[in-house]
């Protein structure tokens, strides 16, 4: 059984497929369920927030590992975060009978790492989608992104053009590389920050409904 902690919000009658959301860096389970409704009003999805294994002296929240230099996480506390998460995602397909082809895994900042990590890796089932907020495709021993099996794989990158914590080329860059693979990017940019912009979340909206689809569930 997973370790991670979680929050939940059901859908409303049979879902048509689900949404896992992880967090930031700092932040915990309860940062993003808040977006259910917002990426999700007719609540047609089953939305699971789990939350990061690691503590850090010092720092409040949650982490899913620890920093060393920004687009490389360290490698032992991310390998952990991996496998505790795809132990964790594994289990809530098992649960909810929704499998992967019916997923889309999204996060903000350290949480959009894990889903880029989780949903390219080639030892992991492909979901439908992945939608990373303001994050990278990590660089780190022992993984490494394998897109020639999961071109049916959507993606939707948004980023603020004014992240200091997270530059915007990182963004650029992942989606530069993921059409290069043949994966369809829905890419946006603004100028914002290191936060979520509400206009991408709205424009998430409508790339949630389009890649799963009302009458899509397999449960």
Same mark, same amino acid.
């Given at each position: 059984?997973?370790?991670?902690?979680?929050?939940?919000?059901?859908?409303?009658?049979?879902?048509?497929?689900?949404?896992?959301?992880?967090?930031?860096?700092?932040?915990?389970?309860? =940062?993003?369920?808040?977006?259910?409704?917002?990426?999700?009003?007719?609540?047609?999805?089953?939305?699971?927030?789990?939350?990061?294994?690691?503590?850090?002296?010092?720092? +409040?929240?949650?982490? /899913?590992?620890?920093?060393?230099?920004?687009?490389?996480? =360290? +490698?032992?506390?991310?390998?952990?975060a991996f496998d505790a998460l795809a132990a964790f995602h594994?289990?809530?397909?098992? @649960?909810?009978?929704?499998? +992967?082809?019916?997923?889309?895994?999204?996060?903000?900042?350290?949480?959009?790492?894990?889903?880029?990590?989780?949903?390219?890796?080639?030892?992991?089932?492909?979901?439908?989608?992945?939608?990373?907020?303001?994050?990278?495709?990590?660089?780190?021993?022992?993984?490494?992104a394998s897109t020639d099996d999961r071109r049916a794989t @959507? $993606?939707?990158?948004?980023?603020?053009?004014?992240?200091?914590?997270?530059?915007? %080329?990182? $963004?650029?860059?992942? #989606?530069?590389?993921?059409?290069?693979?043949?994966?369809?990017?829905?890419?946006? %940019?603004?100028?914002?920050?290191? @936060?979520?912009?509400? #206009?991408? $979340?709205?424009? $998430? @909206?409508? /790339?949630?409904?389009?890649?799963?689809?009302?009458?899509?569930? =397999?449960?």
């Amino acid at each position: 059984m997973s370790a991670l902690v979680h929050r939940e919000r059901p859908a409303d009658g049979a879902p048509d497929g689900l949404l896992v959301l992880h967090h930031g860096r700092g932040a915990d389970e309860h =940062d993003l369920i808040g977006l259910a409704d917002v990426f999700d009003p007719d609540r047609r999805l089953h939305v699971v927030t789990p939350g990061g294994p690691l503590r850090i002296a010092g720092f +409040p929240g949650r982490h /899913w590992y620890k920093v060393p230099r920004v687009g490389y996480p =360290d +490698p032992d506390t991310f390998r952990s975060a991996f496998d505790a998460l795809a132990a964790f995602h594994d289990e809530t397909w098992e @649960r909810t009978g929704i499998g +992967p082809d019916r997923t889309v895994l999204g996060g903000f900042s350290m949480g959009a790492v894990m889903s880029y990590s989780t949903g390219l890796s080639g030892d992991r089932p492909a979901p439908a989608g992945i939608m990373p907020f303001s994050g990278f495709v990590p660089v780190v021993d022992g993984w490494a992104a394998s897109t020639d099996d999961r071109r049916a794989t @959507r $993606a939707f990158v948004a980023h603020g053009r004014h992240d200091p914590v997270i530059g915007v %080329e990182f $963004a650029r860059d992942a #989606t530069e590389r993921l059409r290069a693979a043949g994966l369809d990017v829905d890419y946006h %940019e603004s100028d914002v920050d290191h @936060r979520i912009d509400p #206009t991408h $979340a709205l424009a $998430a @909206r409508a /790339w949630i409904a389009d890649t799963l689809p009302a009458g899509g569930s =397999d449960g």
